[in-house]
């Protein structure tokens, strides 16, 4: 996957080839999609997943990504630039009233952990689970 945010493999806004050239096996591509699809389902939220670069300020930049996203209240963003070692993850409004800072630190520690190892798509699977968990559906 280039740059971009991925919501799920046949929205994402680059285009199939952006999904296909991007750092994930198909294998990969399709745990994060079901990732993803069951975070919006148990949650009533819409998850995104962004990898690539983030300008500085990093929090910043991560934070007009989450607002350009069809639902930004609704929605939670996690942005992910592996050149520099940058994670947030980014709440709305509806969100942030069951995804506490804390909440998403937790889960940005368990994702650092697994990239830290290599593992992206792994830590980004892990990471989806641990907020759908955390948020759970009301």
């Not at 939220?45 to 500085?56: H, L, N, Q």
């Amino acid at each position: 996957m280039t740059a971009g945010e991925l919501t799920t493999a046949h929205h994402h806004p680059g285009g199939v080839d952006a999904v296909i050239n991007g750092p994930f096996t198909t294998r990969q591509l399709l745990r994060l999609d079901d990732a993803l699809t069951k975070a919006d389902h148990a949650t009533g939220f819409t998850f995104s997943v962004y990898v690539g670069d983030i300008a500085e300020p990093v929090r910043q930049n991560a934070e007009q990504l989450h607002a350009r996203l069809a639902k930004p209240a609704d929605s939670v963003l996690i942005a992910v630039s592996p050149q520099v070692r940058q994670l947030e993850i980014v709440t709305g409004s509806q969100a942030r009233k069951r995804l506490s800072d804390r909440d998403c630190k937790l889960a940005a520690l368990s994702m650092a952990a697994a990239f830290g190892g290599g593992d992206l798509a792994g830590g980004l699977v892990s990471g989806l689970a641990q907020l759908t968990g955390l948020a759970g559906k009301s």
